[in-house]
């Protein structure tokens, strides 16, 4: 009698690892963009701190360039995930998911908003 795997053992095997594996990279993949949107919740705390102070001093909400807290309009830089603004007229401002230029860019198509309210109300678009 031999002893050892038959092919077809072997090819049932292979294909049950690349299934777990692409199952296992897919949430992979999510989990790292959800760490990921952590810099965008931080960053829209710091703005809505700032836009309320804002509004106390002067009675009025300002645009990012106003508010004095570090973060980029736009996706330029090689620093950030995200894209800020802040409207004047709301106090609401939004962070936008780099998917194009030289910030850093999602490995795939993914592209949402997420906004953060003067009253402190979380929003945006679907995705983490």
Known sequence: MRKGF?????????????????VGMTQYTKVVEKGRAAEARLILGSLRS???????????YATLAGLGVSAPSDCTGTTHFF????????????????????GKTPGSSVAYTKTLTAAGVWGGSSGY
Do not use: K, P, Q
Not at 9 to 18: C, D, H, K, M, Q
């Open 6 to 22: 038959t092919l077809i053992e072997l090819i049932v095997v292979i294909i049950i690892v690349g299934i777990l594996a692409s």
């Open 50 to 60: 700032a836009e309320v102070a804002e509004n106390m001093e002067n009675g009025a």
């Open 83 to 102: 894209s800020y603004s802040c409207a004047s007229a709301t106090g609401t401002c939004t962070a936008t998911r780099c998917g194009t230029g030289t």
